[in-house]
């Protein structure tokens, strides 16, 4: 039977995590779990430390850089720790039963061409069935929609009739990747802060030959963006999505000069939200 450990990241939100690790800490097909506090500022870490036993194991980073690092911690801890075959990464604001843990594990074993494997998700009210890696016009239109869920890539809904649908990119919140492979593409990257960690992880995955499907015969639920929401503003949330976007466009597309075009619409779109949020709050005093 493989092996299965799974990497939960925690950041000023140990209420959440709590209640995701008094549900699956018993779950059959998890054989460890791995709790990273991101360097906490309130009292997380000696929260979730309580919970550590033969099967958790919690641990905390130094410094706070983001969902890649934090995530890569986790990941070395546990190839480190232990012999797991898959790695399951989620955060603690998804809730999900042990037995989509077996469907999922079982698609991996039985199709060797897959090397990452995610759900449905449903967040937002809506259905969450991976993406296709953005264009050049899909960026565009990301920075100008001012929000991190804009989607112009969703494939077409025929596309999700069979068990399984080959994408390009699923949901960071919650998925299953071969243990070998993502060590072989270097982990996540850890040159974004938040955002496009799953664009980045797709291209690295696509690049090298590898295939990403979602079974659309799971579905988890994504309680989504509880601890960004609670601790980053909604400006600052823009300038580190466009941010990430500028770094995936130029390490990953190589696009140089037509950034340009990319970063002007950047700033007259920033300039527009300074000039709202100014007259918003003249008319509230």
């Known amino acids: 039977m493989s092996r299965v450990g799974i990497v939960i990241l925690n950041y000023n939100d140990y209420q959440t995590t709590s209640k995701l690790l008094n549900k699956i800490h018993n779950y059959k097909y998890i054989n460890n779990i791995i709790v990273v506090d991101n360097n906490s500022s309130d009292n997380s870490y000696n929260e979730l430390i309580k919970y550590k036993n033969k099967n958790i194991d919690i641990i905390k980073t130094d410094n706070n850089k983001g969902y890649s690092y934090g995530n890569n911690i986790g990941i070395k801890y546990l190839i480190d720790n232990y012999k797991s075959d898959y790695i399951i990464i989620s955060n603690p604001d998804v809730s999900f039963e042990d037995n989509d843990i077996k469907e999922l594990i079982s698609k991996l074993d039985n199709n060797k061409d897959i090397a990452l494997i995610g759900p449905k998700v449903h967040e937002f009210n809506q259905v969450t069935r991976g993406w296709k890696l953005p264009t050049y016009l899909d960026e565009i239109l990301k920075i100008m929609s001012l929000d991190n869920k804009f989607r112009h890539d969703r494939y077409d809904d025929t596309c999700y009739k069979s068990d399984l649908t080959k994408v390009d990119v699923v949901s960071g919140c919650f998925f299953i990747i071969r243990t070998k492979i993502i060590k072989e593409i270097n982990y996540f990257d850890e040159g974004t802060f938040l955002y496009y960690e799953e664009n980045i992880l797709g291209h690295k995955l696509k690049d090298r ?13 994504h309680n989504a963006s509880i601890s960004v929401d609670k601790s980053i503003k909604k400006i600052n949330k823009y300038k580190i ?8 466009e130029y390490k990953y597309n190589k696009r140089r000069l037509s950034m340009i075009p990319l970063y002007i619409i950047y700033y007259i779109c920033l300039l527009l939200i300074n000039i709202k949020y100014r007259l918003i709050h003249r008319k509230s005093k």
Do not use: Q, R
């Open 209 to 221: 030959g590898y295939h990403t499907y979602i079974d659309n015969t799971v579905s988890v639920i």
């Open 241 to 248: 999505l466009i941010k990430s976007l500028m770094y995936y």
